[in-house]
């Protein structure tokens, strides 16, 4: 049972290289989200998605893209990474009904 | 948008002993769940216990219990007989029923002394 599985664990990007993250689930959950982590901000809403094929903003989706075009995956693109996207970011799954997010490992992202 | 507020950004219990967390809310929304996550050193997000609003029981799981005052848009936890591995971040957590997004408090980070 792998749950939320992100990768990679841990990236180093110059200014202005975009990337990937990716993030895949095996629970058949509709709904998964992705958050950003700073020091004193908590977990910060980027995107999050409903379903396959549907995809909203969240508190702080400037610099980021993602999609969703099967249930398992959903990857967030960094379209010209910049300094202040240091961070560490949390994809997260969950089924419908009010359920707790399941949340996969982090990715510790540096932008020098 | 919702917002989740934590106002104590650190806490300490000596071990054995009771601590309570806070946690404000503010939400036009009548419906929704609330939750409480740990994330002890490992980065690891686990969640704690979670409260649905429309019942008015505190959620308990085992030393973990809450106590839910909606009309004052409240959720605490309290920590009984507290143990060396509660040590963590502890956030606060809201869940729209309606749009299915979570928003965070900033979090409190807990030290458990022995």
């Known amino acids: 049972n792998a749950g939320v599985t992100q990768t990679p664990k841990f990236q180093v990007l110059k200014t202005g290289q975009s990337m990937t993250l990716q993030c895949a689930q095996d629970?058949?959950?509709?709904?998964m989200s992705w958050y950003r982590q700073d020091p004193g901000m908590g977990l910060r809403l980027i995107h999050y998605?409903?379903?396959?094929?549907?995809?909203d903003q969240g508190e702080v989706p400037n610099g980021y893209n993602v999609s969703r075009s099967t249930t398992e995956d959903f990857p967030l693109r960094l379209l010209s990474a910049a300094p202040s996207q240091t961070s560490v970011y949390f994809c997260?799954?969950?089924?419908?009904?009010?359920?707790?997010?399941?949340f996969g490992s982090g990715t510790r992202l540096t932008v020098v | 948008a919702q917002t989740v507020t934590q106002s104590q950004p650190e806490m300490s219990v000596q071990e054995a002993e009771t601590v309570t967390l806070s946690c404000t809310y503010d939400?036009?929304?009548?419906?929704?769940?609330l939750f409480w996550y740990k994330q002890p050193p490992s980065r690891q997000m686990i969640l704690v216990i979670r409260?649905?609003?429309?019942?008015?029981q505190n959620a308990t799981e085992n030393r973990f219990s809450v106590n839910f005052q909606k009309a004052a848009k409240s959720f605490s936890l309290k920590i009984s007989d507290s143990q060396l591995g509660d040590a963590a971040m502890y956030f606060c957590?809201?869940?729209?029923?309606?749009?299915?997004?979570?928003?965070f408090g900033a979090g409190t980070r807990l030290t458990v002394k022995p």
């Open positions: 997260a799954s969950s089924s419908r009904g009010g359920y707790g997010y399941t």
């Open positions: 629970m058949n959950h509709e709904y």
């Open positions: 998605s409903v379903g396959a094929g549907i995809t």
């Open positions: 939400t036009s929304e009548s419906d929704y769940y």
């Open positions: 409260q649905e609003a429309y019942k008015q």
């Open positions: 957590a809201y869940r729209s029923r309606y749009n299915n997004d979570m928003r």
